[in-house]
């Protein structure tokens, strides 16, 4: 069952309950204002045709008699009586007058019927007549409806007042008042409250139906939402969450579990994204190092296929095996070791931080690229110390880096400029050579593993690809960033910023100093 047709059926219940108690406290306050106004009817004193004393009944008169008809009938209402006369209590045919005993028979045939469409009514008394009560002047009086003694009569209010003294001593005199009005009165009232409920049920239905729509319409907005989320949508929201009420607070609620679904599930898009990118990644760099590996294991293998040929007997070549073979393994052992390297920082492995004075660590670094490579003139300028807190080894590692890669893609002769200086709270190195550079696109990628502009040309120059790797992987540790800028013939340009250190450095540095006047 739907919850509109619940609550249209709570509606109705609660309606139809509400209705029916109040027709029943309607009839039977009516019901007891009818009865208790006959009880007073029925208390006011009556000129009887009995003698209580002597005991005479004088007689009853019928309707007709009344009317123009037949004249006193006796005590059983069809013939003359023991006495006469036109004074009876009975005269509109409606009271009932006699004297019965407690076991509620009538005494000597005492009583006076009551006519009702010209036929005589007698209550149905009860035996024994009981549930007397005391009245303020001292009479024992029981007030009770009931039937008549004749099949389809009336209904009767009764009242019946024990006898003191007299030859009724003991007895009861009854009096008796047909209720034809009053029920008729009630049956009218009962069919008007059976059409008032009735209207009064299909109104409340009615408008309970039309209620209920208008109130379950703001989850019908909801259903509607959620329909379309289910379809996909997660931009969709619940509306009326500003509403101050019970469907607001759940609109609310609902808008608050959606942004948290929306945004777990955009977490759990980008996360499979970066599974998938690293998986790509992954498979390249694998292709990659195998590609770089190939190459000196193939030489190692031509050299000793070689030295097996007959290298051994001719001396001459073998100087030119040795050389070879140890070429390619030293080759082997930096590739293998910068992918060692690559592998730790990819791991996170914990870096040795301590302050570093960078001025004195780039001046070590560019007196050694001198040794190194003498054919590429290295200038160095500082204008004063700048202090980082980092891994000592690791900052020298993205120097020595960089200036290799100088060497390895620049022609003998070309000149770099290593600077260091401070901007804002970072730290800046920059490392200029004046080279034949590249497009400005491809200088955004150097820094990707395996990397080259030309990847066509020969690997036994030029390097594995990973030494900028290497130093994009050791200053993303330390928090920092790297760039290059380049442009055909303009050379190519690294810029490396790593935040500041607190801590003063002690060796100072003069501008221009030169690598050999600061060591």
């Given amino acids: 069952m739907s919850l509109r047709l619940r609550l249209l059926v709570a509606v109705g219940l609660i309606a139809i309950v509400a209705l029916v108690v109040a027709d029943f406290a309607t009839y039977s306050a009516l019901r007891s204002s009818l009865y208790n106004q006959v009880d007073r009817e029925l208390a006011h004193p009556a000129h009887f045709n009995i003698d209580l004393v002597t005991g005479t009944a004088v007689g009853c008169t019928s309707p007709q008699s009344d009317f123009g008809g037949a004249g006193p009938v006796g005590n059983s209402g069809g013939g003359p009586g023991p006495g006469g006369g036109d004074n009876f209590p009975n005269v509109f045919g409606i009271s009932y007058i006699g004297v019965a005993s407690q076991s509620g028979r009538v005494v000597q045939a005492f009583e006076c019927p009551a006519y009702v469409g010209n036929h005589p009514y007698r209550p149905q008394l009860p035996s024994p007549i009981s549930g007397f009560t005391a009245q303020p002047d001292g009479s024992q009086v029981a007030s009770f409806t009931t039937g008549s003694i004749a099949s389809g009569g009336p209904a009767f209010r009764v009242r019946a007042t024990k006898i003191v003294g007299g030859n009724f001593n003991g007895d009861v005199l009854v009096q008796a008042q047909t209720l034809v009005d009053q029920t008729s009165t009630l049956h009218t009232l009962f069919l008007i409250e059976l059409a008032v409920t009735a209207g009064a049920i299909v109104f409340a239905l009615g408008a309970g139906w039309w209620l209920v729509r208008l109130g379950l319409r703001p989850l019908e907005d909801v259903e509607a939402t959620a329909d379309s989320i289910a379809a996909g949508n997660l931009e969709q929201r619940v509306p009326g969450a500003d509403r101050a009420t019970e469907v607001g607070r759940l609109a609310r609620a609902l808008n608050v579990m959606l942004e948290r679904i929306q945004t777990a599930f955009d977490a759990r898009l980008r996360s499979e994204a ?126 020595d880096n960089l200036l290799a890669n100088v060497r390895a893609h620049t022609p003998p002769g070309t000149t770099a400029t290593v600077r260091v200086d401070q901007i804002g709270d970072h730290a800046e190195i920059e490392v200029r050579d004046a080279g034949p550079g590249m497009p400005d696109e491809e200088a955004h990628r150097v820094f990707e593993r395996f990397y080259r502009a030309d990847p066509a040309r020969s690997r036994t120059r030029g390097g594995s690809g990973l030494g900028l790797s290497i130093v994009a992987a050791i200053v993303a540790a330390h928090g920092g960033t790297v760039s290059a800028t380049s442009a055909p013939g303009s050379g190519l340009v690294v810029s490396v910023r790593i935040p500041m250190s607190t801590v003063q450095p002690e060796h100072e540095v003069t501008a221009g100093e030169t690598p050999e006047s600061a060591a």
Avoid: C
Avoid at 278 to 307: G, K, M
Avoid at 377 to 387: K, S
């Fill in 274 to 399: 970066r599974l998938k990118d690293n998986e790509h990644h992954l498979r390249q760099f694998v292709a990659d190092a195998s590609h770089e590996l190939r190459t000196p294991i193939a030489a190692v293998s031509a050299y000793a296929e070689l030295f097996e040929r007959g290298g051994a007997e001719h001396t001459d070549d073998l100087p030119r095996i040795v050389a070879g073979i140890r070429t390619e393994t030293a080759r082997m052992d930096r590739l293998v070791n910068d992918l060692l390297t690559l592998a730790r920082l990819d791991e996170g492995v914990p870096m040795e931080m301590a302050p570093v004075e960078l001025v004195s660590l780039a001046s070590d670094a560019v007196r050694t690229a001198s040794a190194v490579g003498p054919d590429w003139p290295v200038r160095f300028w500082a204008a004063h110390p700048v202090e980082v807190s980092g891994d000592k080894d690791r900052l020298r590692q993205v120097l």
